[in-house]
Each structure stands twice: as structure tokens, then as C-alpha cells.
């Protein structure tokens, strides 16, 4: 079974280690080395690589010191080479980065930052999408548009249901309060229940799957016609109705 440690940092940010046999690992979005470095530390890890999915700061704040102490090599986006602090590999959409016999495939999602991407990793099931796709929401658009932001995620919806998701933060329960308060459901009511219990025991709600986020996460539904009859939205486009729901989310 694939084991991936989520390691806390900031206030309510995740990386997260995955390590081969060896001992080799790598680290997705470091926004901090001190809590990595413990985590590596404690499970006796070398860490070989970072992966960036973007250049935001709580993202890639460990970059240089890790690089420092591992000699690691720090992989991003060909987009972001002149934002990502560090990088040695740039990738692009549809290349394939590989850790021993696993083989990422790099997804290019822009609309939170322009040069965002996910690694998706097939053999393990499972998917880093940093702050595009979070578990119920959605990231916001710094630096692109509704439309952007919509064909990424749709990107994302592609992937097969069982796909784990692997997101940039704990912002789960806000999220589902979110929904719950334009769309509700006995779906996402008890889901906030079990949110909250998690939140009690300091627990984290990830991994998500693509299935669930596809039945829950309304960001991913705006081309749900009882979701956009529902908003009063009838005969919007996607694009249209993500904007706005996106719209309400940041006023939330
Ligand atoms: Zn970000
Ligand atoms: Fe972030």
C-alpha cells in the first residue's frame, strides 16, 4: 500500500513525502524545511527530489534550505523557472517525471497561478494538485481567468474516480460550510459531521478521492444542470456559473 506522509506546516498548509524502499523520498510543496526535515529525520529518509506545483511562498518556501542540507534537485514548472526558487527540472504538460518505477505525468492547470501543475501518478493512484482542486473548493484566481480555471479542473475530474487527492491545504471544513450554504444536501451535511469530528482530533481530511469531489464539490459541477438550476442560473455556460460560484466563494 502506498504510504504518504502528510507533513504540517504554516498555519494550514500540507507537504507531503513519499518514500521508496531504499529510503530515497521526495517532497511536495515544502513551505517550510524545519517540519520536513523532522518527518525525514524520524523515518531515517534521504531526500532526493522536490516537487513544486507552484511558486506561491507556501509552497516553496523550503526549496533552498532542504536543497542546502539533501542536494536534492527541485522540479517545476518550464513555466515558472524564474519563480520557482531553485529549480533544476522544468517540466511540461504531458511529460512524464519518474521516481524508480513510478512515472508522474505532469498536468498543466493554470487559473490560481499561470504556471500551476499537478503530478498525477497513475501506479499509485494518486494526485498532488497543490492549490488548483482542494478537497470541496477550489483555489481563487490570482492569476487566471474563470475559463482557465474551469478547463483545469475539469482536467482533474478527468482522472479515474479512485484517484487520491493530494491538496495544498487543510481547508476542507470551511469548504464544505460553503457549499452547505448555497447548495445544501444530506450528502454534505454529514460529511461536515465527520469534518468536524476530524478537526476535534486535529486530524487531517486528506486524502480525497476524484469520486467523491465529483459528487461534492460544487466547483467541479458547474455544468450540473440541478446545480445551475438551483443557483437560478438556468442556460449559463460552465465557464459562466463556475465564475460565479467562484465569485461567492470569496466573499464567503
Ligand atoms: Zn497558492
Ligand atoms: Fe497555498
Redo the contacts with the bound molecule.
Keep these: 500500500m502506498t504510504e504518504i506522509l502528510i507533513v504540517k506546516c504554516l498555519s494550514d498548509n500540507y507537504a507531503y513525502i513519499y518514500s521508496n524502499k531504499n529510503g530515497d523520498a521526495f517532497v511536495v510543496d515544502p513551505s517550510e524545511a524545519g517540519p520536513v526535515i523532522d518527518v525525514l529525520n524520524k523515518h531515517r529518509l534521504n531526500l532526493k527530489f522536490i516537487l513544486n506545483t507552484?511558486h506561491?511562498f507556501?509552497?516553496v518556501g523550503g526549496n533552498f534550505e532542504l536543497k542546502e542540507k539533501y542536494k536534492c534537485k527541485i522540479v517545476g514548472s518550464k513555466k515558472d523557472f524564474e519563480r520557482i526558487p531553485g529549480i533544476d527540472i522544468q517540466v511540461s504538460e504531458g511529460d512524464i517525471w519518474s521516481f524508480d518505477e513510478h512515472n508522474a505525468q505532469i498536468i498543466e492547470i493554470p487559473g490560481?497561478?499561470t504556471g500551476h501543475i499537478a503530478f498525477y501518478f497513475e501506479s499509485l493512484k494518486l494526485v498532488f494538485t497543490?492549490?488548483t482542486l482542494f478537497s470541496l473548493g477550489c483555489?481563487r484566481l490570482?492569476e487566471g481567468s474563470p475559463e482557465m480555471m474551469w478547463k483545469s479542473l475539469t482536467k482533474l475530474r478527468d482522472l479515474p474516480d479512485e484517484t487520491k487527492i493530494y491538496c495544498?491545504h487543510e481547508y476542507t471544513l470551511s469548504n464544505g460550510n460553503f457549499i452547505s450554504s448555497i447548495y445544501p444536501s444530506d450528502e454534505i451535511e454529514s460529511k461536515i459531521d465527520r469534518l468536524k469530528s476530524l478537526d476535534k482530533q486535529n486530524m487531517p481530511s486528506i486524502p480525497s478521492t476524484i469520486g467523491d469531489e465529483k459528487r461534492l464539490n460544487i466547483f467541479l459541477k458547474a455544468d450540473d444542470e440541478d446545480l445551475i438550476n438551483s443557483l437560478g442560473l438556468t442556460g449559463k455556460s460552465p465557464e459562466e456559473v463556475f465564475g460565479h460560484i467562484r465569485n461567492l466563494k470569496d466573499s464567503f
Design positions: 507552484h506561491h507556501d509552497h490560481h497561478t497543490g492549490d483555489g490570482f495544498g
